[in-house]
């Protein structure tokens, strides 16, 4: 008898590894076909959909396959009960540890899709496409340890009763972190920047570096990060420069008194001529404005058909050294803050 009972259970475990071993090589070379079958057909398309099936089949690797070898043999060879119990738990988990990220990635190349469906008419702000990932993500992982739970016996309404009671006081000790949470998905929606913008908020400019959902960081022209709350950013003003394509330069320019009237009359000539020789500068008017405490003031003011700053500095520059020159050359005198004192006897 016990002769017997050895080669019956010889007789099991061979069974057993048989299957496994069948089960394993079959499903290992399913998903190599497959894969390579997809690989050929993502050659010939432009679409990105086949290399998507390429990816999610990798991602089933050899544990999975050592998972699914050893459940597919527990279904037919009873080994121990406590070995099946086991090797069902186990082999629950991985199934939705894989299920779940397989969701995860479908999910992501959704999103992905939607967001970007819009990319011809505007340009794309990856900043959503992150944290809806992080979102769906976190949703997704969520869901796949309440089903885990709930397989193990646990009470997951239960669970999830305390955690919404939970989730109230939360709310209420996190109000303004979710406050900034929504301040982003306003910034997302209404766009009154994008990562990349030239913006000013009140005294400081700089270059949108990042936006994250609760607050965005602005490089200054100082060199430093700026870090401002997305609330913050909502409730004040902001110039955006990204549509600038011109700029408004203003300035009043002063000569001395005792200037003669044919040299004033030049000084409109002269300006007007400078600034429509300077490429992308565009004239806009000149005039003897007003007579100042200690000067004769004219009023100047043209566009810079640049937005780039630095650029539209450089134009202002040239400018400013031809009015100078131009200046030097009709010997006309600029104006500084002087007084003259007429004493009488």
């Known amino acids: 008898m016990q002769n017997l009972s050895a080669e019956s259970l010889y007789y099991k475990y061979a069974l057993f590894l048989f299957l496994f071993l069948s089960a ?46 050893l459940f597919f043999a527990t279904q037919f060879v009873d080994l121990h009960e406590r070995v099946d119990f086991y090797i069902s738990r186990v082999s629950l ?14 999910t992501n190349y ?7 469906s819009k990319k011809e008419k505007e340009e794309f702000d990856p900043t959503m496409l992150k944290v809806v990932r992080k979102v769906s993500g976190t949703v997704l992982w969520i869901v796949a340890i309440i089903v885990v739970l709930q397989n193990f016996g646990y009470n997951v309404s239960t669970l999830v009763g305390g955690l919404g009671l939970a989730g109230i006081a939360l709310a209420f000790g996190l109000q303004s972190f979710l406050e900034d949470i ?55 003003r902001i110039h955006n420069y990204r549509t600038l394509r011109k700029r408004r330069v203003a300035f009043d320019i002063g000569v001395e008194y005792g200037t003669s009237k044919k040299k004033l009359e030049k000084i409109s000539l002269i300006i007007k ?73």
């Not at 988990?93 to 479908?106: A, P």
């Open 24 to 69: 394993f090589i079959v499903l290992t070379l399913v998903k190599f076909l497959l894969a390579k079958r997809f690989e050929r057909a993502a050659e010939k398309t432009k679409n990105d959909f086949d290399d998507l099936l390429v990816n999610l089949l990798r991602g089933f690797d050899v544990v999975f396959d050592i998972l699914f070898g």
């Open 93 to 106: 988990i991985v199934v939705i540890f894989y299920v779940t990220r397989f969701l995860v990635t479908i």
């Open 110 to 116: 959704g999103f992905r899709k939607i967001l970007t």
């Open 182 to 236: 929504f301040s982003f998905f306003s910034i997302y929606i209404d766009k009154p920047f994008k990562v990349g913008d030239s913006i000013q908020v009140g005294d400081d400019s700089g270059k949108v570096k990042r936006i994250g959902m609760k607050s965005t960081i602005i490089k200054t022209l100082r060199g430093e990060n700026l870090v401002i709350s997305n609330r913050e950013l909502t409730q004040v």
């Open 273 to 345: 001529k400078i600034v429509k020789g300077i490429d992308q500068a565009e004239f806009s008017r000149v005039h003897f404005k007003e007579f100042g405490e200690s000067a004769l003031v004219f009023g100047v003011v043209y566009f810079v058909l640049v937005g780039d700053f630095r650029k539209h500095m450089d134009i202002r520059e040239k400018v400013n050294f031809k009015i100078v020159e131009a200046f030097e050359k009709e010997k006309i005198s600029m104006a500084f803050p002087s007084q003259t004192i007429y004493v009488r006897k």
